[in-house]
């Protein structure tokens, strides 16, 4: 197959053309990103599984690209190194685990053909699914078999690769819409599962370019409301772009979206629009020349109601020097001692973890999950063969356990799914105990620790029960969702109510980046009033998104 032939009657698909499929996949991935990001189950503002997935891709993507293999196969197996080096969160993992299974079954092929691709599509589905303790259909699993069988009835009337493709991508297609009829929180959620759409678009990449359909025309997003203002990621700001402005405004007619747009590319970059009973927030990052252009565009569509101007580059500086003055200095490790890697989100857990004995922090969390990689290589030049991963997150699990399976050193993860439990794992740390011993007693301290989370909706959906409204405050309890209030004292001590703190000595509150540590130090004082025999300690996490995380023990 000529790379520049759009004639699809060729019988296989060779080196150089397999490489411009995966690159399709991964730009029209990246073009939908927030698509699927969006298809988060719960309403909180850190849906990451089509970053996840465009950033495993990206590693896979890059593991080939300057190649000079021209055979299948062999590009196959870079492809699946790549990606499994690359991969974060579950829905990485799990994606590096179908190219594992398909460059496996085609390793010895000089190009694709139907029966190959057939067969690599079946082992993709049998490796993933292996490598899932506990498979759940209505997952990118069931997209994945659903996928595989597809292509193995295709085998039976066309040995077209091509062909075969355009199968698969519609069968991809049907299960995503199928996904909430096997399972319940997707359907109560009211979305498809995420997962199976980002590999759902990888495969429509492929026929897109196939088809000569363009990729990276970004579609237009409307976000929930209160998804969009001040983030972290802001800080992050284009040379030149020397200003934020958040204008909130209800326009005086339908607002034509495209248009909007259009406008504001005029006149700066980072540009989101959000909605919510018909009042629209503009944000954009723009020149100092142009900071109140925005303003003035928007005033033309209707009533301005709300603005807010940010200078991006003394936040920077101020950042900067707020991180110079928390450095964290981290103990060392001697031979044959014990050196715990732990995943922190924010500058005060990290400071928290050092203090107890951490020899090498990964900064990650929601929406940061660090891949493979970057937890391997956090401990791999320590002195010791003897090591803990506490990965402080469910969705950084899968890439822990693929880091210690890949080193050559004695790895344990304690499976840790919330920072109160990484702390309190922590506490287990007895220098000269032997790993094993060690393991034994972080892990019966998880059991030991009750975790809370305190953030804002981003979307209002009905799920577990509980009918949330965007903006509103809503509380996750060992990761279900409670309930949903009017304010965070009452997100608070919904939580301790139904974790019983009575029944412990200690409440710790661990308050984030996005709340005052006034404002906090009152909601402390407040629950010091309606629990007096409870011991409560106010501590600086740093964490993004999440007003508090809450510990009980």
């Known amino acids: 197959m000529q790379n520049e032939s759009s004639d699809h009657t060729h ?24 698509t699927v990001n969006a298809l988060n189950v719960f309403p909180v503002p850190d849906g ?19 190649a000079s293999e ?34 496996k079954a085609i390793d010895k092929a000089d190009v694709l053909d139907a029966p190959h691709l057939v067969k690599g599509l079946v082992q993709a589905k049998e490796t993933a699914y292996k490598g899932v303790v506990r498979p759940v259909e209505g997952t990118i699993l069931t997209v994945c078999k659903d996928m595989a069988k597809a292509a193995q009835n295709a ?47 990888l495969y429509e990449g492929m026929i897109r370019f196939m088809n000569k359909e363009p990729l990276d025309i970004e579609p237009v997003h409307v976000q929930s409301l209160s998804a969009i203002g001040r983030e972290e990621a802001r800080l992050a700001s284009e040379p030149g772009q020397d200003y934020e402005v958040v204008v909130d405004f209800r326009p005086d007619q339908d607002l034509e979206l495209s248009a909007f747009y259009d406008k504001l590319e005029e006149i700066g970059t980072s540009i989101q629009v959000g909605e919510g009973d018909g009042l629209y927030r503009m944000h954009i ?28 580059m003394e936040q920077v500086e101020g950042r900067t020097a707020k ?6 200095k981290l103990p060392s490790v001697e031979p044959g001692e014990i050196a715990v890697v732990t ?44 090591v803990i991963i506490l990965p402080n997150n469910k969705n950084i699990l899968m890439a822990a356990k693929s880091a210690a399976e890949m080193t050559v050193k004695d790895a344990v ?37 009750r975790t809370g989370e305190i953030t804002t909706a981003v979307r209002s959906v009905e799920i577990n029960g509980q009918h949330v409204s965007e903006g509103e405050i809503i509380t996750l309890y060992n990761d279900e969702l409670i309930t949903s209030t009017e304010s965070l004292e009452e997100g608070c001590l919904r939580f301790l109510e139904e974790a019983d703190a009575e029944s412990f000595e200690l409440i710790t509150l661990y308050y984030g980046e996005n709340i005052s540590k006034q404002r906090a130090i009152e909601i402390a004082d407040l629950i010091r009033e309606n629990y007096p025999d409870q011991i409560i300690e106010l501590q600086y996490g740093g964490q993004p998104h999440y007003q508090f995380i809450l510990s009980v023990e």
């Not at 991180?323 to 964290?328: A, C, T």
């Open 413 to 449: 993860v304690v499976p840790t799914r919330t920072l109160p439990e990484g702390l309190s794992a922590m506490l287990r740390l007895m220098p000269g105990h032997e790993l094993d011993e060690v393991v034994e007693e972080m892990k019966s301290a998880i059991d030991d620790v």
């Open 70 to 103: 021209t055979k299948v196969g062999a590009l196959a197996q870079k492809l699946a190194h790549g990606a499994l080096m690359g991969a974060r969160g579950n829905s990485g993992v799990i994606l590096s685990q179908i190219w594992r299974g398909f460059a």
């Open 11 to 34: 019988q296989y698909i060779d080196g150089a053309y397999f490489k411009q499929l995966i690159s399709a996949a991964l730009t029209w991935l990246r073009t939908n990103q927030e």
């Open 285 to 312: 990052h723009v020149p100092t020349e142009k900071r109140y252009d925005p303003i003035e565009y928007t005033m033309s569509l209707g009533t301005v109601s709300k603005v807010q101007i940010e200078n991006l």
């Open 155 to 201: 085998l039976d009337e066309t040995n077209n690769p091509f062909y075969i493709l355009e199968i698969v991508k519609d069968a991809a297609h049907e299960s995503v819409e199928k996904t909430p009829e096997l399972l319940d929180v997707l359907k109560e959620a009211g979305v498809v599962d995420a997962g199976g759409k980002g590999l759902f678009y």
């Open 48 to 66: 990451d599984t089509g970053t996840n997935m465009v950033l495993t891709m990206q590693a896979a993507h890059d593991e080939i690209n300057t």
């Open 343 to 386: 995943v922190s989100p924010g500058i005060g857990f990290s400071r928290i973890f050092a203090s107890l004995g951490a020899s090498a922090i990964i900064k990650g969390g929601q929406t940061m999950n660090p891949s493979t990689q970057e937890i391997l290589s956090a401990f791999e030049n320590l002195p010791t063969n003897s």
């Open 323 to 328: 991180e110079d003055e928390e450095s964290i």
